[in-house]
């Protein structure tokens, strides 16, 4: 996973600073515009935004080139996430790229199209049996009906494996988001993988977990961002009482500590994933780097979103403005791959077993 | 978006490290001389000047500012590391802080060489304490309300008025006080006021204690009574001062004190917790960690941005609010996850007495070096609402 260049030289993932990440600006300004999609009565937008962001390789960004993906790094996937969160665009980027990068860890060969990944929640687990098939379920996995492939990481008596399946071998129930995009229930009943192979070191449902967190995370931050745009936009525009509300002491505190909610996302986000882009291994301080970024982007979303909502008034509750797009999903996206609570019992779990003493030189390794 | 905020993933360089080490070397070795107890930072005084020269001894204070005033030219981001270490382990740098982060930068900038070359060795030895002159009795967070009078004389100046709110006025060598040479202008409410670095030890400067609801004594009121401070003793432009004060502010407003002032109580949590603490507690315990860890990479990368020569205001402001907000809360929420600890618990009177200390204290926290209401005031402008 390391990355060539030293993380504290690097401009930092906040911006899209990258070849990789301006590549994924400008298609996602291009063919992502949010009022367009608001407004759209069909999915033509999809298709396009998707194929666009394939034929540019942004979505195998985490897979080698020997594996048939454009090899861009951990970092720079990090970027076109945060892209992609500040469009808050309902395609399955995240999910496609967290699957290529499990499956071509693996070493196993990643088909194009669509993907998901399962399980999508801490507690399911998906069991590989003797037979060589696979059976569970996994509840709220991310566009699972939309996706052509699901990488699976299963549980077995020799350990975890990754496991390519396909969409068409799994029954999926429709279930939605509260952003209204898929978040179905997939049954493997027992369901023979297309390949599978023995997990690399060190990844198993733990590290996806946290990897998918992290992802999360970095999406949250981005979509925050936007919010307080959009909200400092219209405290500017709206005029009530003869004069733009942003005139309020009351709304200008409102705005800073939205503010304050965003920075404290795109930090918390930011440095999990220049933290996973320079890790060796999952260790104590990539688990308090990932479970931070989760924590703290979930709190800054429901306070993020609450006081987005309040500036807009209500002309933000209603489905043609573009400001729910950003809300519900940062809302929906603290319970994919582990919510807040979850992770701060595990995070809270591990802090108490190293004891008090050992606390500050966790945190000041950091 | 006018401002686009920016908080860099800004990792400490190794020679940071070597340092780190050095400082806790040190601290360890203080502690077990008793010099303090890392575990009551409510008791003594918090100022000891033996202590203040032994760092000073270090190269810990100044450490970034020339050598030819004492200091040793190291980054900010190795006084970042010091900071946090003396912060964490409750140490007793009242003496020589504000002189480090505050008043030798300002003079730094704007004292005559022969003032620098006198004053800013002794503040790196931790021979010197300085006290800020800001608030009055009709003027606190509205610093360009101020009154008290710097009246011109032959060779200086004569000061009368009174500064209150003055934290170490009791202690100090030097105040570093804002003064009024004229009256404010129609167009610039601003105007008028100066700077002046002022000998403690001056006739005609009475200082009065203000005993704080902790029971400890920090604030003073400073009166002044036909003081003559000389004019080489007049920081930068004769009243202009309000070109000066704010550039200094993010450094002042994002360090590691901003959010660490409490911390104590949540080091003493996990210890009163154990290694196999319940859900509850592990969920809350869990939650404040992040938010920690978050609030310090959002300090560090303020640091970071400063190193590298820029001037984040608003991303500063926001450490501060973000962090007086949180280690104000921080007792409250630590007292919620320890009110079902067994009695049986082996710190529980050490963590009761935290608690108690740092819940009196934490009311201060939110006004002290800027209000929060005035700190959001300035985020909105830096975003851009006029």
Redesign the interface.
């Known amino acids: 996973m390391r990355q060539q260049r030293?993380?504290?030289e690097?401009?930092?993932?906040?911006?899209a600073g990258s070849i990789v990440g301006e590549t994924a600006a400008r298609i996602f300004a291009d063919l992502a515009d949010p009022q367009i999609i608001n407004r759209a009565t069909d999915d033509a937008w999809s298709a396009k935004l998707w194929q666009t962001l394939a034929d540019a390789g942004l979505t195998l960004a985490w897979v080698p080139e020997a594996h048939g993906g454009a090899g861009a790094g951990i970092a720079e996937g990090f970027e076109i996430l945060t892209v992609a969160g500040r469009f808050a665009a309902p395609v399955p980027i995240a999910e496609t790229l967290l699957a290529g990068w499990l499956l071509s860890g693996a070493g196993l060969a990643v088909p194009a199209g669509p993907l998901t990944i399962a399980p999508a929640r801490p507690t399911e687990r998906i069991a590989l049996d003797r037979d060589g098939t696979l059976s569970g379920r996994a509840r709220a996995v991310p566009f699972a009906s939309a996706a052509e492939h699901l990488a699976v990481l299963v549980s077995g008596e020799a350990g975890p494996s990754v496991a390519l399946v396909a969409r068409k071998a799994v029954r999926v129930e429709r279930g939605e988001s509260l952003a209204g995009d898929a978040s179905d229930t997939v049954t493997f009943d027992r369901v023979a993988p297309l390949r599978i192979a023995p997990a690399p070191a060190g990844i198993d449902a733990g590290a996806l977990m946290l990897m998918g967190a992290v992802t999360r995370s970095v999406e949250t931050a981005g979509a925050l961002?936007t919010m307080?745009?959009l909200t400092?936009?219209y405290?500017?525009e709206r005029v009530a009482f003869e004069r733009p509300i942003?005139?309020f002491?009351a709304v200008?505190?409102n705005?800073?500590?939205l503010?304050?909610e965003?920075?404290?996302a795109?930090?918390?986000a930011?440095?999990a994933?220049?933290?996973i882009a320079s890790a060796e291994e999952f260790d104590d301080a990539i688990f308090?780097?990932a479970?931070?970024a989760k924590?703290?982007s979930a709190?800054a979303a429901q306070e993020g979103a609450a006081i987005a909502h309040q500036v807009h008034g209500a002309i933000g509750f209603t489905r043609e403005h573009v400001l729910h797009r950003f809300t519900l999903r940062v809302l929906g996206w603290r319970d994919d791959f582990g919510n807040?609570?979850h992770?701060?019992?595990?995070?809270?779990?591990r802090?108490?077993?190293r004891?008090?003493?050992a606390?500050?030189p966790l945190?000041?390794s950091? | 978006m006018a401002t686009e905020l920016r908080f860099d993933p800004i990792r400490l360089p190794p020679e940071c490290e070597a340092l780190r080490q050095e400082v806790r070397a040190f601290l360890a070795a203080e502690i077990a001389a008793g010099t303090f107890d890392p575990d009551r930072p409510g008791h003594g005084d918090s100022h000891d000047r033996a202590f203040s020269r032994r760092i000073g001894a270090k190269g810990w204070i100044g450490m970034t500012w020339p050598k030819r005033y004492g200091g040793r030219e190291r980054s900010f981001l190795e006084r970042y590391v010091v900071t946090e270490e003396f912060r964490v382990a409750n140490a007793p740098v009242r003496l020589h802080f504000v002189a480090d982060r505050q008043s030798g930068p300002v003079l730094l900038k704007y004292a005559r060489e022969h003032v620098k070359l006198d004053i800013l060795p002794r503040i790196c030895r931790g021979e010197l304490c300085f006290v800020i002159g800001m608030s009055e009795p009709g003027s606190g967070s509205d610093l360009f309300a101020a009154k008290t009078k710097a009246t011109k004389v032959d060779g200086g100046w004569r000061i009368n008025g009174s500064k209150i709110w003055t934290s170490n006025a009791h202690i100090a060598d030097y105040m570093l006080g804002l003064f009024r040479t004229s009256p404010p202008t129609k167009e610039n409410r601003r105007h008028g006021l100066t700077q002046f670095l002022v000998d403690m030890k001056t006739p005609g400067i009475a200082v009065n204690p203000i005993y704080q609801m902790t029971g400890q004594h920090d604030f003073n009121e400073v009166v002044f009574d036909d003081a003559f401070v000389p004019d080489d003793h007049a920081l930068g432009e004769i009243d202009g001062a309000w070109k000066q004060a704010t550039s200094e502010l993010a450094y002042e407003r994002s360090g590691p004190e901003r959010y660490l002032e409490t911390f104590y109580v949540l080091i003493e949590l996990i210890r009163a917790l154990g290694d196999k603490p319940d859900t509850r507690s592990a969920e809350g315990l869990g939650r404040l960690v992040a938010q920690a860890h978050t609030l310090r990479r959002m300090s560090l990368s303020v640091a970071g941005m400063l190193q590298a020569g820029k001037e984040p205001v608003a991303e500063a402001s926001l450490v501060k609010d973000l962090g007086t907000a949180w280690e104000q809360k921080l007792p409250a929420r630590v007292r919620e996850l320890s009110a079902f600890l067994s009695s049986e618990t082996r710190n529980r009177a050490t963590l009761e007495e935290q608690l108690a200390f740092a819940t009196k204290v934490a009311a201060k926290l939110t006004i002290q070096g800027g209000t929060t209401e005035i700190l959001r005031g300035i985020i909105a402008r830096e975003l851009g609402m006029r």
Not at chain 1, 10 to 15: C, D, E, Y
Not at chain 1, 343 to 349: I, M, S
């Open positions: 030293g993380a504290h690097r401009a930092g993932t906040n911006v961002e307080l745009a400092l936009r405290a500017e942003a005139k002491q200008q505190h705005l800073a500590r503010a304050g965003v920075a404290a795109m930090t918390a930011g440095s994933a220049d933290a308090l780097e479970a931070a924590i703290r709190e807040e609570s992770w701060a019992v595990e995070l809270g779990n802090v108490a077993a004891g008090g003493d606390f500050w945190l000041a950091r």
